[in-house]
């Protein structure tokens, strides 16, 4: 469904005004299959190479798609193999809408979701432990004594994992959430569970803190602040704060707590994701993924009311950075005159399905797939006049 949704951003928001010279990399399953995933590599070179890149949602096969659409392989996640390349970190940041209100009601600013994506036990080893038996931690160095920690003695059946995080990816993390927070002029945050794990949260604390006083100059003529603070901690001052900051979080935390952020702001149409690179490369997209329910919906025929807002976002935020970057702020303006629009739409009421039963006070009529972004489109074309 959103490579439909694409096709009409490019055809009704951005073509008829931009001159762009696109460097288009087909990421479709099929493409992916036909090219055994070199095309994926290509985008992220091309990333690399360009700065900045805007990306469609894209099928990550699983058993059932490589039937479907009769495929080599279950080909790997082009997420993660971009995540990869670009050696990124990814920040979520939910669009705001006067008329849907989150869940929270502290809640006034975004807060952005800086979650650390390699490592920890997206990363580990595990076992279920079969009965009793001694488990231990050995790590053999190149050179020098081996390190041996007894991890239980097991008396009976349990579970056991071993997992690991590297300084580069850490301290590349770190620099990410720095790169973003002061990009952004936002406060930052960073929790974890230090006082219980000594070593390896109290490494990623460390880690981060020296990240931190290496920028401090800019930290501070930026204006914004840095706060490390427990997990537990940051949950709580979250439910209470009006938010407006980038939350770095480990794997796991990032994971869950992305999700409740994203559920607390209202739709996933509603959350943008960019993937920042420690050198300060850019790629952009929706939080969702493909929205495979409303496609088949499309293919039987039948009218869809599909969330453009993210994708959309996800244009605006690649055009906004290339204009910052070439200095061309025509370009910067012209994406916010974009985001204005679609804003305005929402916000008079025009809006698709996923927001008429969550919004304020609720909508009876919704727009199509199709109509929401004709009617963005239309304000657009006023605000350019
Ligand atoms: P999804 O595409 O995020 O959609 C899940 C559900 O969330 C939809 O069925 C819909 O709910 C709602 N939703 C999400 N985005 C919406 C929007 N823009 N407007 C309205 N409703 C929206 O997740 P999925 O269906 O589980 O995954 C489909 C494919 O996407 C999979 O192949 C997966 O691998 C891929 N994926 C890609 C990315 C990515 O490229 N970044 C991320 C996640 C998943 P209702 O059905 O209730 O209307
Ligand atoms: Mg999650």
């Given at each position: 469904m959103t490579r439909i949704i694409w096709q009409l951003i490019k055809d009704k928001l951005i073509k008829p005004y931009l001159d762009v010279d696109l460097q288009y990399y087909d990421l479709h399953v099929q493409n992916r299959d036909k090219t055994d995933d070199k095309v994926t590599v290509d985008a992220a070179n091309a990333i690399l190479k360009y700065g900045v890149g805007v990306k469609c949602a894209t099928i990550t096969p699983d058993a059932d798609r490589v039937k479907e659409y009769n495929l080599k392989k279950a080909w790997p996640s082009p997420n993660g193999t971009i995540r990869?390349?670009?050696?990124?970190?990814?920040?979520?940041?939910?669009?705001?809408?006067?008329?849907?209100?989150?869940?929270?009601?502290?809640?006034?600013?975004?807060?952005?979701?800086?979650?650390?994506?390699?490592?920890?036990?997206y990363k580990a080893v595990d076992c279920v432990v079969p009965g009793a038996g001694k488990a231990e931690l050995i790590f053999t160095p190149e050179k020098g004594d081996k390190i041996t920690l007894?991890?239980?003695?097991?008396?009976?059946?349990?579970?056991?994992?071993?997992?690991?995080?590297?300084?580069?990816?850490?301290?590349?993390?770190?620099?990410?959430?720095?790169?973003?927070?002061?990009?952004?002029?936002?406060?930052?945050?960073?929790?974890?569970?230090?006082?219980i794990s000594k070593k390896y949260h109290a490494h990623f604390?460390?880690?981060?803190?020296?990240?931190?006083?290496?920028?401090?100059?800019?930290?501070?003529?930026?204006?914004?602040?840095?706060?490390?603070?427990?997990?537990?901690?940051?949950?709580?001052q979250i439910m209470k704060h009006e938010g407006g900051m980038l939350w770095a979080c480990m794997n796991y935390d990032g994971?869950?707590?992305?999700?409740?952020?994203?559920?607390?702001?209202?739709?996933?149409?509603?959350?943008?994701?960019?993937?920042?690179?420690?050198?300060?490369?850019?790629?952009?997209?929706?939080?969702?993924?493909?929205?495979?329910?409303?496609?088949?919906?499309?293919?039987?025929?039948?009218?869809?009311?599909?969330?453009?807002?993210?994708?959309?976002?996800?244009?605006?935020?690649?055009?906004?950075?290339?204009?910052?970057?070439?200095n061309t702020p025509e370009l910067v303006d012209f994406a916010h005159k974009i985001e204005e629009s679609v804003i305005e739409c929402i916000e008079g009421g025009i809006m698709t399905k996923d927001l008429t039963r969550i919004c304020e006070p609720p909508m009876e009529k919704s727009f199509s797939t199709e109509g929401f972004i004709d009617a963005v489109a239309k304000k657009l074309e006023s605000k350019l006049k």
């Open positions: 990869s390349i670009l050696d990124g970190t990814v920040f979520r940041k939910p669009i705001i809408v006067k008329n849907v209100p989150p869940a929270v009601r502290s809640w006034k600013k975004p807060i952005i979701i800086g979650r650390h994506a390699y490592g920890d036990i007894l991890v239980h003695e097991f008396k009976g059946p349990g579970v056991l994992m071993g997992m690991h995080n590297t300084d580069k990816s850490i301290r590349s993390f770190a620099q990410a959430c720095i790169n973003y927070a002061l990009s952004e002029k936002v406060d930052l945050w960073f929790g974890a569970k230090d006082t604390k460390d880690v981060f803190q020296q990240e931190v006083d290496k920028r401090k100059d800019d930290i501070a003529k930026a204006g914004i602040t840095y706060r490390y603070m427990l997990i537990d901690d940051a949950v709580a994971d869950v707590m992305s999700d409740m952020v994203a559920s607390g702001f209202g739709s996933l149409g509603l959350m943008t994701s960019v993937l920042v690179s420690p050198d300060g490369k850019y790629e952009y997209e929706a939080a969702h993924g493909t929205v495979k329910r409303h496609y088949y919906e499309h293919l039987k025929g039948n009218p869809t009311s599909t969330n453009s807002t993210a994708s959309i976002f996800a244009w605006t935020g690649a055009l906004a950075k290339r204009g910052e970057l070439d």
